[in-house]
């Protein structure tokens, strides 16, 4: 008997788990509590978000890159540069919020403070005649942009209003990118929605999914990061201090070269004018050209190798620091995504026993009902079958009480007859 029950038990707690499993609710956010009749969800949010990113930074690196492929202007070089630089790696950070609500409005208002930027710049643009190429790609990426506001209602503009807002209130001052952070100006009006366990881990997997495509994404990007970082600095080497009086050195040197040059030349012309008549003289003054000549070389070949070497090290402090630069922020990436995950882990661990609390509960309460039911199905049918028998019973009484009046009836003529 004892047996019997755990199994049933069991079986119940069983079929529970795989209802819950079955009916896991899907993710949901700042997009369902903020605009709750959003023909979307967050997660296809998420999708076209995470599809935007790349288009968006592969559209400033085609414009950047027919800039710097056309131009000689070292301050529009310079410029291109830094908007390739400092614009995808702002366009990735605002991805990586989170929320994805967040993330493509972050997005959005990024591309919006770009745009504003680059079309307040005035007499002096910062790309010359390029100017209105880049105009064109911010617009595009602003076009994309309000496609997806489209897709999350026609008829509802809270979003685009909340952008333009935002992005005429805090432009964006320089290539730089330097932004006003949004996030505290704006909390109180953001109400995080509660999310049930089943709801955590419904959305656990899929965040840390996003965060790795992110991640893998931005990843691709990084070696071009620091050589994009390698030409901004290689761009500014001649603007060093010891750069530059290593290079002025070089051309004291180089003019003294070729004085010395002119010399020798000279001093061999004249030698050979007055060797028939003094070849003892000129012999000696050759001689002696000679060695201050040698001298001299040794001199500069010297000065040249302690400017190569000093120009080489340079060089060579630079790369260190990018490659410091690179390891670090990817050091950072990792333990983000380590941390999200150890924390969404732990989430987990910590309602578990809860989830088995509830199910077996709710079995056991499953169990009781059932049970319950079996016994009024059990009384319903001793009722039905035992008035089953009295209709049979009745039945045949009544029959037989038939078969015998009928019988009185065949004897009473046989009776008068006799």
């Known amino acids: 008997m004892l047996a019997s029950f755990r199994y049933a038990v069991a079986l119940g707690v069983s079929c529970l788990c795989v209802s819950a499993c079955t009916t896991v609710p899907q993710q949901e956010g700042l997009l369902e509590a903020e605009i709750p009749h959003s023909k979307i969800s ?13 288009s968006y930074a592969h559209k400033i690196e085609a414009t950047s890159d027919t800039i710097l492929a056309n131009c000689q202007d070292p301050v529009i070089r310079k410029n291109a540069l830094l908007w390739k630089i400092n614009g995808i790696s702002s366009g990735f950070g605002a991805a990586s919020r989170p929320d994805p609500l967040a993330s493509y409005c972050d997005l959005w208002v990024l591309t919006r403070q770009m745009l504003y930027l680059f079309e307040s710049a005035g007499e002096q643009p910062p790309f010359g005649p390029w100017q209105e190429d880049v105009i064109v790609a911010c617009r595009a990426l602003d076009a994309r942009l309000v496609e997806i506001n489209r897709k999350l209602d026609p008829n509802l503009n809270y979003v685009e209003s909340f952008v333009e807002k935002t992005a005429q209130r805090h432009p964006m001052e320089d290539l730089y990118f330097d932004r006003t952070p949004i996030a505290t100006e704006n909390i109180e009006k953001i109400h995080q929605p509660k999310h049930e366990l089943l709801h955590v881990l419904a959305s656990m997997q899929d965040d840390v999914k996003d965060m790795q495509r992110l991640s893998a994404l931005y990843a691709e990007y990084l070696p071009k990061q620091a050589r994009w970082q390698a030409e901004l600095l290689a761009m500014g080497v001649d603007q060093s201090p010891v750069v530059r009086e290593a290079l002025a050195d070089f051309t ?85 995504a380590d941390m999200i995950t150890q924390k969404r882990i732990t989430q987990s661990a910590g309602a578990a026993q809860l989830l088995l609390d509830r199910a077996a509960f709710y079995g056991g309460t499953f169990l009781g009902i059932a049970g319950f039911l079996v016994f009024l199905f059990f009384a319903w049918f001793r009722v039905l079958h035992r008035r089953q028998e009295d209709i049979t019973r009745i039945r045949i009484e009544a029959g037989q009480e038939l078969r015998l009046m009928q019988h009185e009836e065949s004897d009473r003529p046989t009776r008068r007859a006799a």
């Open 42 to 54: 967050s997660r296809n949010l998420r999708a076209m978000v995470s599809e935007y990113v790349p």
């Open 252 to 336: 004291v040197t180089s003019q003294a070269m070729e004085q010395l040059a002119l010399a020798a030349n000279e001093m061999q012309n004249t030698v050979d004018q007055q060797l028939a008549a003094i070849p003892t003289v000129v012999d000696q003054q050759r001689e002696a050209a000679t060695a201050d000549l040698e001298k001299m070389q040794t001199v500069a070949l010297a000065q040249i190798r302690v400017e190569r070497e000093a120009v080489m090290q340079a060089v060579h402090q630079e790369q260190l620091a990018i490659r410091g630069w690179v390891q670090s922020t990817a050091d950072a990436s990792a333990d983000r």
